[in-house]
């Protein structure tokens, strides 16, 4: 019996062949062009981090009276690969990785519950806790990073400056989050001239008391709401 030739029948039924080819042809370029496609496609990370600070507590009193009964309230969810904690002095972090089973659509409500657990016993965590502080935004991903340099401008106007593009940025289409990073705390510094203060007959205490009095009015009335005239 002859045993079939594939090379022969092409040859043979070129007219087939050739349509076959262009046919295919036209669904790959047409699957091409309606292909899904992301810059950056969503990927959902299917891990929380419970952060707790606690100054002034050591290593162990941080995993005893706070990194134990916030692992043992997320525990209660059920839905967790893994629970991982770190206690430190004054510091407490637990990892919630949740099931792998689980699907996209289904964080958002296991985050929810995850923050409910924790909330419920907010209360029963010792005085001077400062938290929990939850952090599950691991999936965004930043297209540009633009800096901003100025020479001859002062740290103030920059930041002005900086919170305005921020605004503008975050009113474009397609734009998700616009972050600043590399902000610095203002502060204030006074310095005081020991041999002035021993002419006026003041200390360096007193003065002290009396700067963080004035600034405490200042902000006070800042805060205060005025009535606008017209």
């Given at each position: ?50 952060r ?42 637990v ?65 002005d ?70």
């Amino acid at each position: 019996m002859r045993r079939f030739n594939l090379s022969e029948w092409a040859l043979t039924n070129r007219s087939l062949v050739l349509f076959a080819m262009i046919l295919l042809g036209i669904i790959g370029a047409w699957s091409y062009r309606h292909l899904g496609q992301s810059e950056d496609p969503p990927f959902t990370f299917k891990a929380m981090v419970v952060r707790t600070v606690w100054p002034g507590a050591t290593a162990d009193e941080v995993a005893q009276q706070v990194t134990e009964r916030i692992e043992k309230a997320v525990m209660t969810t059920g839905n967790y690969e893994y629970i991982r904690s770190y206690s430190r002095p004054g510091e407490s972090q637990v990892i919630f990785a949740a099931r792998d089973s689980l699907r996209s659509r289904d964080m958002p409500q296991l985050w929810y519950q995850v923050r409910k657990k924790v909330g419920d016993i907010r209360a029963t965590l010792p005085a001077g806790v400062v938290g929990p502080f939850f952090n599950d935004e691991f999936g965004d991903t930043f297209g540009n990073i633009y800096a901003l340099t100025g020479e001859g401008f002062d740290y103030a106007v920059m930041k002005d400056y900086a919170d305005r593009i921020q605004l503008e940025l975050q009113r474009v289409d397609d734009v998700g989050k616009v972050e600043l990073v590399g902000l610095q705390d203002e502060k204030v510094w006074i310095e005081l001239s020991n041999t002035k203060l021993a002419t006026l007959g003041c200390r360096a205490a007193g003065a002290g008391r009396a700067e963080r009095g004035d600034a405490g009015r200042i902000l006070r009335d800042r805060q205060r709401p005025r009535a606008a005239a017209g």
